[in-house]
């Protein structure tokens, strides 16, 4: 893969891991570019999302993860105290006086959902028309076809409630394919 993401699929090179850090609110971008002009690796996984503003829909990339970010770090050779003094940054998040790595896998799963626009394709597995099942809610173990995908986190999936058939509006998240 070339482009802005290249350099983030590198295996953790000796003792580098990701780490948390938490932005100050809506300002993950502006933390984001302060933390990489110090010359960390970050990585803010975003997705598109749909806004309605005065009668005009407008897509909009928005934080997966609204407040917080991740940076590469190998704790032994870098100045990672240096994070919690830069701008958009409110701290590190630690554990026993030292920063909490994310556990291994977790951020790497991430970034394979990640397209060459930077953006976090969390639906790429479900596609309208196929089958889906229900993993949370009160439609939990519910199956159905997936009638339409949304840019805003929701899908409808036509289910069978009570004999009848009926579309009901879910969070991607709550589904998973069959």
């Given at each position: 893969m070339s482009g802005p993401l290249?350099?983030?699929f590198q295996v953790n090179a000796g003792g580098q891991r990701w780490y948390v850090v938490q932005a100050r609110a809506r300002s993950e971008e502006t933390a984001r570019f302060n933390l990489e002009a110090q010359g960390f690796e970050v990585f803010l996984?975003?997705?598109?999302?749909?806004?309605?503003?005065?009668?005009?829909?407008?897509?909009?990339?928005?934080?997966?993860?609204?407040?917080?970010?991740?940076?590469?770090?190998?704790l032994e050779r870098e100045r990672w105290r240096s994070i919690n003094g830069t701008?958009?940054?409110?701290?590190?998040v630690m554990g026993s006086n030292?920063?909490?790595?994310?556990?291994?896998?977790?951020?790497?799963?991430?970034l394979t959902y990640?397209?060459?626009?930077?953006?976090?394709?969390?639906?790429?597995?479900?596609s309208q028309g196929q089958t889906v099942r229900v993993k949370l809610g009160p439609f939990t173990e519910s199956i159905g076809p997936l009638m339409r995908l949304d840019p805003n986190e929701r899908a409808?999936?036509?289910l069978e409630i009570m004999g009848r058939a009926v579309e009901i509006n879910l969070p991607r998240r709550a589904l998973e394919a069959v």
């Open positions: 290249s350099g983030l996984p975003r997705t598109q999302r749909t806004v309605l503003h005065a009668r005009k829909r407008r897509t909009v990339l928005h934080a997966l993860f609204p407040g917080y970010l991740f940076v590469r770090l190998d701008i958009g940054v409110v701290q590190v030292r920063p909490l790595a994310v556990p291994d896998g977790v951020v790497e799963t991430i990640v397209d060459a626009d930077g953006i976090a394709r969390l639906d790429r597995d479900l409808r999936v036509l």
